[in-house]
């Protein structure tokens, strides 16, 4: 099977542990064949035999590690291509949002009225962490806050915006994984992102540089191959460039968003070494702050709450309504919410009856929450 990569014989854990445990190394092989040479007459057992036949095959150990890359290489380059497309469409949505403009106009409105006689007055911008900050620490009457203000009226006076507004930013917040921890026996928002520019680059460099090496190994193999019909030499050189391939095509996505990343940091006046993460994290913590997330009392946290923020495996939209109710904007109907659970639960067994739920969970995220059905580290 080896010799013929035949993968309907050797799936990949098979070729894995092959490679690993059977192919000998080149000691083994001359103990074998001292063994053999002293004992002619005694068979041997079942893994030495063969090791013995994949050591005649020759550099049996090289032609599986090949073999085992390159059928790998497809599900190792899903994961990042997945994650750098998604993050790319959404700063092309982030950046065309005519929403996300005129939600910034009424900010600079409202501070330039609020600043009005000071020297902040008059404003033709604003720095958006700074601003993002004051808008939920500066509170009026009621202890309502600043970013409270703006949503509640900004919905009030224009809610097609509002609506318009998240539905840009959705793709941001998905980007974003929520889980609950326990902290002094009640649970508590914690909160990470799952899209890290730098690390899907080192993940690209590191399949680049481990394809150069099976490059390498090909070429070694293939000096060894006398015959011209061997299944190794007439496949493998196709299946590496195919590989590479596929690498380069990734790199280029990952310039291209990575550039497309860094226009928009420009757009908006931020720091240009500010890591992907924390851009998402950024929009996160404006529009679903941790400590409103946290203020609610135990059966509120369970009917709303989690259904709507707090993940758990899933990475789910949220509505303009479950927004405005987690800022006491709108008020928690739980008929609505019973419904929309009862109809989530049934969607859920209907998906694992089918087999959709699970999976390897290869492709996943190295900084996603490990978490359990109810959404909890």
């Known amino acids: 099977a080896l010799r013929d990569l035949d993968s309907e014989v050797l799936s990949v854990e098979t070729l894995m542990l092959v490679s690993q445990h059977i192919c000998p190394t080149p000691e083994q092989e001359a103990q074998l064949a001292e063994l053999k040479a002293a004992h002619p007459e005694v068979p041997l057992a079942p893994v030495e035999e063969y090791m013995w036949y994949l050591g005649a095959l020759g550099s049996a150990k090289d032609r599986?590690?090949?073999?085992?890359?390159?059928?790998?290489?497809?599900?190792?380059?899903?994961?990042?291509?997945?994650?750098?497309?998604?993050?790319?469409?959404?700063?092309?949505?982030l950046r065309a949002s005519s929403a996300l403009r005129e939600f910034f106009g009424y900010i600079l409105a409202l501070g330039n009225y609020l600043n009005a006689g000071t020297n902040r007055g008059q404003a033709d911008g604003f720095h958006l962490p700074l601003t993002f900050a004051e808008c939920y620490n500066t509170k009026g009457k009621g202890s309502c806050t600043l970013t409270?203000?703006?949503?509640?009226?900004?919905?009030?006076r224009k809610p097609q915006v509002v609506e318009e507004l998240v539905d840009n930013m959705m793709p941001i917040f998905l980007k974003v994984a929520r889980a609950w921890v326990k902290r002094e026996g009640d649970d508590e928002v914690k909160k990470e992102p799952v899209i890290l520019l730098h690390e899907v680059e080192s993940m690209i460099t590191g399949l680049d540089s481990s394809c150069t090496k099976v490059r390498g190994k090909m070429q070694a193999v293939l000096k060894t191959i006398a015959d011209p019909a061997d299944s190794f030499a007439l496949r493998m050189p196709g299946m590496v460039n195919q590989v590479q391939a596929d690498i380069d095509r990734l790199k280029e996505l990952y310039e291209r968003c990575h550039g497309k990343y860094l226009s928009m940091l420009s757009y908006l006046k931020l720091d240009e070494k500010m890591k992907s993460g924390d851009f998402c994290l950024l929009w996160d913590d404006f529009f679903l702050p941790s400590a409103v997330v946290n203020r609610f009392d135990p059966r509120m946290k369970k009917m709303f709450v989690k259904p709507a923020f707090i993940q758990g495996k899933a990475f789910r939209r949220f509505t303009v309504d479950d927004l405005l109710i987690l800022w006491g904007i709108k008020e928690f109907d739980p008929d609505a919410a019973l419904k929309t659970a009862r109809a989530m639960e049934r969607k859920a067994s209907s998906k694992k009856k089918r087999g959709e739920v699970g999976g390897k969970g290869r492709g996943r995220s190295r900084n996603s929450i490990d978490v359990d059905a109810a959404g909890r580290v």
Not at 69 to 83: G, I, K
Not at 148 to 156: A, P, R, S
């Open 64 to 93: 599986a590690e090949c073999w085992q890359f390159c059928r790998e290489a497809p599900e190792e380059l899903a994961y990042p291509q997945v994650e750098l497309g998604a993050f790319e469409a959404a700063l092309d949505q």
């Open 148 to 156: 409270k203000f703006i949503l509640d009226t900004l919905n009030k």
